[in-house]
């Protein structure tokens, strides 16, 4: 039995060895990507003076997110999403879902060896007529196997290895996505902590001019227009207490979604100003071949893969399929003699089935996966593109950011000068109390401004990590 066996085994391996030598599939090629070489240029894209050279620092996706997020609460709070996020936990799932797929795929290239034992016992008749029947038997072999001999099985496992793949770059760019998230909802709460703080000082601030313009006007100095003006702006700075009281509690709950469970309140920020939550600046002066390494831009090109690999595996079910079964053992009427040598036993059972007429069903998957390759194709552009333009809409904020933050600052600056000058002339006399007014509102006006630049100063470079690939080592 052993040498049968082994003959046919050596049989089985060889054309295991054999199968998907041939491929089907069309020579791949990365489309060429559909967006310019370079950045575009201007004014908007000028690099703040601030900024170290491109050359200076690291490539967004290879600076690790421990590593861009300087401030350690905040490093703290996206560590807790990163723990905790359900979405998170749906793309880990997903990759584990399509790996566990193509090792199925991997395991039909080769052989599945099986052993088998069975006995049965009849008996007719009764007496001198009773007749009892025996049998035995005991095997080992491979059923069904088919012989890749053009390429069909390979391709389709070259299509699930590229679908895991993408499936894991997707998950790598969930993860890039909620670090953003959290990132961005918790500088959010911080502009909102500010915004809170500064409406709160004006309303006590204009509070306390309303009691100074009514006792004026009890004393005859002030007019009852000084008086409605002073509780015009108190009124304005209360309704925005509310408002922003519920905006920060609504910025908690949108935190504490992402990031899977109550936020330690230790690491939450009582304002923006004052807190440098990310690096300074990040490289704008590479090509757009940067893009090529975004997780979604891979994930997309896997999927092309894919879809090309599918292409082979549709053109292959056009020839013959060649089937293998076999078996080697032992048959025998008594379990004595099951294991001698006049007991072996061997089967040998190839099969070919070959394609004469299927309704045209063979071109019609041929037809889809075709199809389904070039929107493959045009998904990988769309990707590339959408790249493209969300890089570029962050360096032109980049570009202009400093400067407006710059400005911004010297306006709240003067604003309170402003401010200061016409709250001493009007408590001397020499001024209305409408110049005094106009100036607390011009600076209460700066300041929320200022707080809104900071956020999008702070977003922006949050946002240009993401889009650039950002690490998430």
């Known amino acids: ?37 370079a950045w575009p240029q201007g004014a908007a894209y000028a690099p703040p003076a601030s900024a170290p050279p491109a050359s200076a620092a690291t490539p967004a996706a290879e600076t690790g997110w421990q590593d861009f997020f300087v401030d350690a609460d905040l490093r703290a709070v996206v560590g807790q999403a990163l723990d905790n996020n359900r979405d998170l936990r749906v793309a880990v799932q997903n990759v584990l879902a399509a790996r566990a797929k193509y090792r199925v795929q991997e395991a039909a290239q080769l052989p599945t060896v099986n052993a088998s034992a069975s006995g049965s016992y009849s008996r007719t008749g009764a007496g001198s007529n009773r007749q009892e029947t025996k049998s035995l038997s005991a095997a080992v072999g491979v059923s069904a196997f088919e ?29 890039i996505s909620l670090i953003s998230e959290v990132a961005t909802a918790y500088i959010t709460y911080a502009a909102d902590k500010s915004l809170l703080r500064i409406a709160q000082e004006t309303m006590e601030s204009a509070q ?5 313009t009514r006792k004026r006007l009890s004393n005859g100095v002030a007019t009852r227009l000084d008086a409605a003006e002073a509780d015009t702006i108190y009124q304005t ?63 997309a090109e896997h999927s092309l893969k894919s879809a090309n690999a599918n ?77 493209f333009k969300e890089v570029a809409n962050a360096l032109a904020r980049r570009g202009t950011i400093a400067e407006q933050l710059d400005a911004q600052q010297a ?32 600076l209460y006006s700066a300041q929320q401004t200022l707080v809104s630049v900071q956020l999008t100063d702070a977003g922006n470079l949050v946002t240009l990590y993401q889009v650039l690939g950002g690490g998430v080592k």
């Open 1 to 37: 039995m052993t040498r049968p066996f082994l003959r046919t085994t050596t049989s089985l391996l060889a054309l295991s060895l054999l199968a998907g030598c041939i491929s089907l599939d069309p020579d791949y090629q990365r489309p060429a990507a559909p967006v310019p070489a």
């Open 147 to 175: 012989a890749d001999l053009f390429g069909r099985i390979a391709s389709l496992t070259r299509a699930d290895l590229e679908t895991y793949l993408a499936q894991e770059e997707t998950a790598r760019a969930t993860r």
């Open 237 to 299: 700075a209360r309704a925005d207490v509310a408002n922003y009281t519920t905006l920060v509690a609504q910025d908690l709950n949108a935190l504490e979604t992402l990031t899977g469970g109550p936020v330690d309140p230790a690491h939450l920020p009582d304002g923006i100003e004052g807190r440098t939550f990310t690096l300074a600046a990040l490289p704008a002066g590479m090509s757009t071949d940067v893009l090529l390494n975004r997780p979604d831009v891979l994930s």
């Open 208 to 212: 306390h001019s309303a009691d100074v």
């Open 411 to 442: 306006k709240v600056r003067s604003a309170q000068t402003s401010y200061d000058l016409s709250q001493a002339r009007y408590k001397q006399g020499a001024d209305s109390y409408l110049n005094a007014l106009d100036a607390q509102r011009t």
């Open 311 to 387: 292409i082979g595996a549709a053109r292959a079910a056009f020839f013959p399929t060649v089937s293998l079964t076999t078996a080697a053992g032992f048959a025998s009427k008594a379990f004595g003699n099951l294991f001698q040598a006049q007991s072996q036993s061997l089967s040998f059972t190839p099969s070919v089935s070959v394609p004469i007429f299927d309704n045209g069903a063979n071109q019609a998957n041929l037809d889809y996966a075709k199809a389904t390759q070039q929107a493959a194709v045009a998904t990988y552009e769309k990707t590339i593109q959408t790249a």
